[in-house]
Structure formats: C-alpha cells, structure tokens
C-alpha cells in the first residue's frame, strides 16, 4: 500500500516549457488535490477534485491545468512555465471531500529558471 | 472563501516544556478542524483532528481543544521533544466546502 504517489521528485524548466506532474493513490479515495507550497505563504489550493469526473480550481489555479484521468490518477500541468511557478508541489488524496483526513505525497520539487 | 489565522508563526521551548498553538476562523459552519505536521523537506502529515460535536482530543502528548463560539481551536504538546521540532499547520473544512483552508503555519523548534 503506497498511499500517494507523485513523480517526478526533481524537475527543472526553462521559462515556457511545459510538464505534467503525475499523482496516483491507491486508498479508494474519492477526492484528489494539488497544493503549492511556498516559504511564509502555507499550503495553497490550485485543483481539486471532489470525485471522479469532477474538477474545480482552487485558491491560485492560473497557469495550470489538471485532469482526473480515473479514480486513481490526477495529474497538473503546465503549459508555459513562469519563474513565478518555482514550488513545492504536494498532491494530496482524502476519503471525502472537505471534511476527512488529506494523505500527501512526498512532494516535487520545481525550478523555473 | 474561508479564512483561518494561526498564531504564533515561531515558537520557541525548552525540552519539556508545553507548547501552544492557536488558530481562529469566522465560519461558524466549520465542522472539522485538522492538525498536520511537516517536518523539514517531509510531506505534511495528519497527527490529530477533531470534530464540531467534540470540544477536546487528546493522542498521547498532544491535544487539540475547539471553542466553536469563540471560534478558535488550539494544538497543544507537553513534555516537548526535539523531535516535535517542524512546522506545524491547522486547518479547517465542512461547511458544504469541498476543501480544507490551512493556516499559514508555525515553526516549532524545541531546544535540548
């Protein structure tokens, strides 16, 4: 049982490149999320997913896109990268939308140079 | 959205001593109030939470305590260790909200 799963752990982009994170859970969680974490600014929300078939953004969704592909897998992407976008990126998983407990997963570590 | 304040930002305590955190919100829906801790370059992780229908919890050596009408809940750690050293975030949600709304976090450092 892997709990959440993210890759790549490293990445490094040129200012408008584009890249896809990859997020799976293997827990039968119904929601997925994905948080940026910055230094003093805490966790913030750019997608989520409340179910499968659903998406809707969060707190600072611009410059990026996310897809629930299946129950298992959410993936963010991309599409030009800005310097503005250097983070930490956690995707998290929850039985339940809003109201149980979030399972992180390890992080990916993004520079935009 | 909702909006939650976490005091302090840094706490600093001797081994052994307690140590107190703080949060407040203005939603009085929220009905789930979860407490994570990250240690450096970790994931954040769940360590305890609590429910609108329960005013304290306790696991062990922390404890989180919920004023619903004052609207405020709190983590507290005794007989602090240095391996309590991280930063430490609350967080709520319910409400009808499909997410959680975390705080800007706390930086707990226990000096041996």
Redo the contacts between chains.
């Keep these: 049982n892997a709990g959440v799963t993210q890759t790549p752990k490293f990445q490094v982009l040129k200012t408008g490149q584009s890249m896809t994170l990859q997020c799976a859970q293997d827990m039968n969680h119904n929601s997925m999320y994905w948080y940026r974490q910055d230094p003093g600014m805490g966790l913030r929300l750019i997608y989520y997913s409340a179910s499968e078939g659903t998406t809707d953004k969060g707190e600072v969704p611009n410059g990026y896109n996310v897809s629930r592909l299946n129950k298992r897998e959410f993936s963010l992407r991309l599409e030009s990268a800005a310097p503005s976008q250097t983070s930490v990126y956690f995707c998290a998983s929850s039985p339940n939308a809003g109201d149980s407990p979030l399972h992180f997963g390890n992080g990916t570590r993004l520079t935009v140079t | ?1 909702e909006n939650v304040e976490q005091h302090p930002s840094t706490l600093s305590v001797q081994e052994g001593d307690s140590a107190v955190i703080k949060c407040t919100y203005s939603d009085s829906a929220s ?2 109030f ?1 407490w ?1 801790k990250q240690e450096l370059g ?5 360590i305890i ?1 609590i429910r609108s229908n329960v005013g304290e919890k306790k696991d062990q050596r922390i404890a989180v305590t919920l004023n619903k009408t004052a609207k405020h809940f709190s983590l507290h750690i005794t007989e602090t260790q240095p391996e309590d050293s991280a930063v430490y ?1 609350c967080a709520l ?8 709304t ?4 706390t930086k707990l450092s226990v000096i041996p």
């Design positions: 959205g009905n789930y979860p994570y970790k994931r954040p992780q769940l939470d975030f949600g319910g409400a009808g909200s499909y997410q959680l975390f705080g800007k976090g």
